[in-house]
């Protein structure tokens, strides 16, 4: 039952268990091609989240997953089901924040975290930056509500920088569009209007920290917060733009993993 609600795929046959999360409106699509260059080494796990990617859609209940607990409970779930223990968590995007909250609820169950662009908090407020007002979130939640793929088409690009090279944000713009509305809709405001700082300390997986350059979601004094806040952490700038470099720049991603690993 949790292979089809996830649409979980296990791929290589290593001792050690790498579990691949991806963000908002994307699904495990998103992680291939770094995820490829470790099956040789790792069990690899890809999945979806409830209401994304190839998941069962039936699953999904806007009154459960209402918090990112919800979503950190289905990875403990995850875990549970294939038996992890001592297992390397890499999240990207919210996901990194999810991961920090599996970590917490099930400790063991992963030895590392690898947070790829991470934002605890998205707000800008009592002295901690953000990178957003108020005002500019629900202003992009007020666009969504009203226009899902118009906002997909506007904000997708953006995301994803690289305006150079126009299909990566032409593929992160197909994912938000073929995200179910009602799912984009509840998904973000969960993952705009979330406040997981109090969580970094609990944190006690060995972590990692991927920054990108030119990152709007999260921006560098971002991913020094959670670095300072998690003890014992390593952050590492990426020779990569913009906030998806699991797709625009895999080949970085992949030598900072393996030289953290």
């Not at 290593?14 to 963000?23: E, N, R």
């Not at 990617?53 to 979503?71: K, P, T, V």
């Not at 060995?206 to 917060?225: F, H, K, M, S, W």
Request: aromatic fraction near 10%; hydrophobic fraction near 40%.
């Amino acid at each position: 039952m949790i292979q089809k609600r996830h649409n979980i795929n296990v791929l290589g046959d290593g001792p050690k268990t790498m579990v691949f999360a991806h963000g908002y409106g994307c699904d495990q699509n998103m992680w291939l091609p770094v995820a490829k260059n470790f099956q040789e080494k790792y069990r690899t796990v890809l999945f979806d989240y409830v209401g994304f990617g190839q998941s069962d859609l039936s699953a999904y209940d806007s009154e459960r997953y209402n918090s990112l607990d919800a979503y950190a409970d289905d990875v403990v779930a995850i875990g549970k089901a294939l038996d992890l223990s001592g297992a390397i968590f890499v999240g990207h995007s919210v996901s990194a924040m999810i991961g920090a909250l599996a970590d917490s609820k099930e400790p063991g169950m992963f030895s590392e975290l690898i947070m790829v662009g991470p934002s605890p908090y998205y707000l800008t407020d009592d002295g901690y930056n953000g990178g957003f007002t108020r005002a500019q979130i629900d202003e992009m939640l007020e666009f969504l509500d009203h226009n899902h793929l118009g906002w997909s088409q506007a904000y997708a690009p953006a995301i994803m920088g690289n305006p150079d090279r126009p299909e990566l944000g032409e593929t992160l713009t197909n994912s938000f569009c073929a995200t179910d509305p009602q799912v984009a809709r509840d998904f973000a405001k969960v993952t705009f209007l979330s406040d997981c700082r109090d969580a970094l300390p609990n944190v006690k997986a060995r972590t990692l920290i991927l920054q990108c350059d030119q990152d709007i979601i999260a921006p560098e004094n971002v991913g020094q917060y959670v670095h300072e806040n998690i003890a014992g952490s390593t952050f590492s700038w990426l020779n990569a733009v913009g906030h998806c470099p699991n797709l625009s720049a895999p080949e970085e991603v992949t030598a900072a993993i393996r030289d953290f690993l």
